[in-house]
Nanobody, 127 residues
Framework: QVQLVESGGGLVQAGGSLRLSCAASGCTGDCHGLGWFRQAPGKEREFVATIRWSSATAYYGDSVKGRFDISRDDAKNTLYLQMNSLNFEDTALYFC????????????????????WGQGTQVTVST
């Protein structure tokens, strides 16, 4: 059984950086994609980034392109999100998610393509 456990959130000043981690235990060839979504209070869950596990091809949401970097450590089954140049609008609960669909990348921002979710880690950016 796949479990996703996020860590690394916290409070950071605007302009600062944070690195989130997601430990994905139990993946046995069915974790075709792992990604990050975020949800701010009163807003819908928003796609942040995803990585196709087999090829390490990455995709980003427009609001984080050029500032965030998604990566994975295949040996550790761990997903990372390096977040730089953080601003107040990045404040949210960040979720790690798994897609078991081989073709999930055809619509990678659609959260319905992801079937497992972590509990989330809070990121708060102060001005």
């Amino acid at each position: 059984q796949v479990q996703l456990v996020e860590s690394g959130g916290g409070l950071v000043q605007a302009g600062g950086s944070l690195r989130l981690s997601c430990a994905a235990s139990g993946c046995t060839g069915d974790c075709h994609g792992l990604g990050w979504f975020r949800q701010a209070p009163g807003k819908e869950r928003e796609f942040v980034a995803t990585i196709r596990w087999s090829s390490a091809t990455a995709y980003y949401g427009d609001s984080v392109k050029g500032r965030f970097d998604i990566s994975r450590d295949d040996a550790k089954n761990t997903l990372y999100l390096q977040m730089n140049s953080l601003n107040f609008e990045d404040t949210a609960l960040y979720f790690c998610a798994r897609s078991n669909l081989y073709t999930y990348h055809s619509d990678f921002a659609d959260l319905r393509r992801y079937d497992l979710w972590g509990q989330g880690t809070q990121v708060t950016v102060s001005t």
